[in-house]
């Protein structure tokens, strides 16, 4: 079974624009990661934020955590061509180790 | 190399069959994960190996899979009597276990069709 709920399912976007997906979960977390996934690649790790963390940024990439609503975004500033892909929320539970339980994904298209 | 390899990259094989599948992580990584992805959907947890135990086997679907990780580096995750549903991608994983939360590199992955 899968934890995390993505949304949209897929988005369509222009260069230039701002691309947001969420991603909600139903048990409580130790921590909460986005991956990318190119087609037909495998996963590479983007961002990772923990339950006592609000907001963390990495470059284009900005990460928000609501605990209460157990929710999280994903937001692509001023996106490219070359950041077409999957994207993917994973939960982390506590218990020593990172068992990672992903969501479905948001296919997210960038047209130039 | 210095990612994590799988090989084979591509496997058809006949409903019936046994098939192994090999992953060889990150050296140094005591965490080892597969998964299995099934086309349009995020990757499903099979099986999390600290070291050479496996620490979590709930993702296993039924018997017919088995994963194995003798020495705490390569591990090959084996299924008997594939079925036409056992068709996906299969993921692993590597981390380096240390404090639990962490990211995972993921190799890219073995793509398994039963006919």
């Known amino acids: 079974s899968q934890q995390g709920e993505e949304d949209p399912q897929a988005l369509s976007i222009q260069e230039g624009e701002n691309a947001t997906m969420n991603c909600s979960y139903k048990t409580s977390i130790n921590n909460l990661q986005w991956y990318r996934q190119n087609s037909g690649r495998g996963l590479v790790h983007l961002i990772l934020i923990r339950s006592n963390e609000r907001e963390k940024h990495s470059g284009r990439l900005r990460v928000t955590l609501d605990t209460s609503k157990k929710s999280s975004s994903l937001l692509i500033t001023a996106s490219r061509a070359a950041d077409t892909a999957s994207y993917f929320c994973?939960?982390?539970?506590?218990?020593?180790?990172?068992?990672?339980?992903f969501g479905a994904g948001t296919r997210l298209a960038v047209h130039p | 190399g210095a990612g994590v390899s799988q090989t084979p990259s591509n496997k058809v094989t006949e409903k019936g069959k046994y098939v192994e599948l090999r992953c060889d992580p990150i050296s140094g990584h005591t965490a080892l994960y597969w998964y299995r992805q099934s086309l349009g959907q995020g990757p499903e947890f099979l099986i999390y190996f600290q070291g050479t135990g496996a620490a979590d086997d709930s993702g296993l679907p039924n018997d017919r899979f088995f994963a194995v990780r003798p020495e705490g580096s390569v591990s090959t995750l084996k299924i008997q009597r594939t079925e036409r549903g056992d068709s996906a991608v299969y993921l692993c994983?590597?981390?380096?276990?240390?404090?639990?939360?962490?990211?995972?590199?993921f190799g890219e992955g073995s793509r398994l069709t039963v006919l």
């Open positions: 994973a939960t982390g539970s506590s218990g020593g180790y990172n068992k990672l339980i």
């Open positions: 994983a590597s981390a380096t276990g240390q404090g639990g939360a962490g990211e995972l590199f």
